[in-house]
């Protein structure tokens, strides 16, 4: 594999292309338009330049990393792509949309990948142009930090197609572990119905925000709160999840807690809207209840 498509330059796909790169892979970055394609770069630009500051990098690494990112407009490119990887709004109909636009142009060996939280990947590669080419590959968010990638074969995903994938995130120096398509596969599963239980802490009144976020993470040694983790993943990405394992199982254990809901329907998505369970506005992040 030489030259990586990413389809989705937002937090996770900006990510995946700025890891993808400073392993060596030509990468194509695309989006809506190529003006959010660029931003996607931009933001990849900042995270170099910080680590250039903390002489953790070298300005020619980062040059050479930013110089094999190309953002491109449209997808006409991807008929070079050796591996394509979605990593767009985690809707299904969106991801299918491209898997149609993109499975027009791709080579025949070229391979169709979804970073998805928790769609299941079986009854996706039906809109890929082969299944047997398709397969999940869910990074974590900082990609760049964080040490892991879920690789998910769906029933028809060829033994070929996961040692290909096996080889790139290999080559990332990333952690790999290998899940079922099983609903949430392995992280979200386990860590949405705890994401979701601090919801129902919180909207019945077992504690305040700060109060449920520091418990948990001090109390169970965790980086972050799980408020302030929904956050930082988005609160509808949470809440869509949570869905996904409550409608994909029947098992009300998984019901979105109302307080998700809400928020979500406020418009109060976590760190990207600058307001979620906490304020983002100012220099110091402040718990909104
Ligand atoms: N991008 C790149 N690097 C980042 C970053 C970002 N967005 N945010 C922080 N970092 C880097 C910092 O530069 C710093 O690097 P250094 O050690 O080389 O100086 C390092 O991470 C530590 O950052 P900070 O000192 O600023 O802050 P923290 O110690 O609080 O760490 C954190 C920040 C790494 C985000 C940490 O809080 C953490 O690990 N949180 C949990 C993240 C997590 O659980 N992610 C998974 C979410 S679930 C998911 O993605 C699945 C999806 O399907 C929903």
Known sequence: MKIISVIGAGQMGAGI???SAAAGYDVLLSDINIEQANLGKQG????????????????????????????????????NADLVIEAATEREEIKRNIFDAVGKVIGKDAILASNTSSIPI????????????????????????MGL????????????TVTAITDYGKKLGKKLVFANDAP??????????????ACFALGEGVANI????????????HPMGPLTLADFVGLDTCLEITKILFHST???KFRPAPILQKYVEAGWLGRKTKRG???????????TR
């Open 149 to 160: 990638i879920e690789i998910i074969r769906g029933l028809a995903t060829s033994d070929e």
């Open 44 to 79: 990849i630009e900042k995270q170099l330049s910080r680590l250039i500051s903390k002489e953790k990098m070298d300005a020619k690494t980062a040059d050479d990393i930013l110089g094999r990112i190309q953002c491109i407009g449209d997808y006409a490119p991807l008929s």
């Open 184 to 197: 949430g596969f392995i992280v979200n599963r386990v860590l949405m119905p705890m994401i979701n239980e």
């Open 17 to 19: 292309a700025q890891v």
């Open 210 to 221: 700060q109060d449920i976020d520091t418990a948990c993470q001090l109390g169970l040694n």
């Open 122 to 145: 079986t009854r996706m590669a039906q809109a890929a142009p082969d299944p047997s080419r398709f397969i999940g590959v869910h990074f974590f968010n900082p990609v760049p930090i």
């Open 277 to 287: 369970f906490y304020d983002y506005s100012g220099e110091v992040p402040v718990p």
């Open 250 to 252: 029947g098992d009300s």
